[in-house]
């Protein structure tokens, strides 16, 4: 079975705070995605990367940057949380063909 | 640039079939999608077409894909309290890079009336 690991599934943070979410994958995908969901919004990409050190930026990467050193951990960095950053971080991986696994998600609180 | 859409709510009966529409935008998509997220759990893939396909059925799930039209929809029969999740459409979309995202709408929350 395909498994993606996100390291929390609660965190509450402090405003001003650099935060790391990590995710890791056990199948040796290529892709590595991370997504925030919010009601009413659906998913949105915020970065992915295709390769190791590779990235690109999704449809709202402001506020974020991300971490690929490894193939099989992706890491989301919120340089300075902001309360608007609050929301459920999925991550997802995949490599050819159509489907991508996701992880259990992060509820993440900035207050 | 791309989008899909699709409506927030749907509400049927037990027992009535259930068909929950979307809409895309771009046509280069490989890949169609629908996901479902049962509370409190990640999404899980439900099923996908091609997009050289009209239809794709898998027991309970059908798939209508109209090209022409980007419209994409999923039909569940004998509708069951078991399906009530939220359903989201997504398509594949490469950008100025090779590689592919996948473009996810809103979501349709499905509830069922007993």
């Known amino acids: 079975d395909v498994k993606v690991t996100q390291s929390s599934r609660y965190l509450v943070k402090r405003t001003g705070e650099k935060v790391f979410l990590e995710c890791v994958q056990d199948m040796d995908h290529e892709n590595m995605f991370w997504y925030r969901q919010d009601p009413g919004l659906g998913l949105r990409l915020i970065y992915f990367?295709?390769?190791?050190?590779?990235?690109e930026k999704g449809d709202i990467p402001e506020g974020y940057s991300v971490s690929r050193e490894k193939k099989e951990r992706f890491s989301l960095i919120l340089e300075s949380a902001s309360t608007n950053q609050t929301s459920m971080y999925l991550c997802?991986?995949?490599?050819?063909?159509?489907?991508?696994?996701f992880g259990q998600g992060t509820r993440l609180t900035v207050v | 640039g791309e989008d899909v859409e699709q409506s927030l709510f749907l509400s049927v009966r037990e027992g009535d079939s259930s068909v929950i529409n979307c809409t895309y935008t771009?046509?280069?998509?490989?890949?169609l999608y629908w996901y479902k997220q049962e509370p409190g759990a990640g999404l899980q893939l439900l099923t996908y077409?091609?997009?050289?396909?009209d239809m794709k059925q898998d027991q309970r799930l059908t798939v209508l894909l109209n090209k022409k039209d980007k419209h994409l929809s999923l039909r569940i029969a004998d509708t069951q309290t078991g399906d009530s999740a939220i359903y989201f459409c997504?398509?594949?979309?490469?950008?100025?890079?090779?590689?592919?995202?996948?473009?996810f709408g809103s979501g349709t929350r499905l509830s069922i009336r007993p």
């Open positions: 771009d046509s280069s998509s490989t890949y």
């Open positions: 997504a398509e594949t979309y490469r950008g100025y890079s090779s590689a592919s995202k996948i473009i």
């Open positions: 997802a991986s995949s490599t050819v063909g159509p489907e991508a696994f």
């Open positions: 077409i091609f997009s050289n396909m």
């Open positions: 990367s295709y390769d190791v050190k590779m990235k």
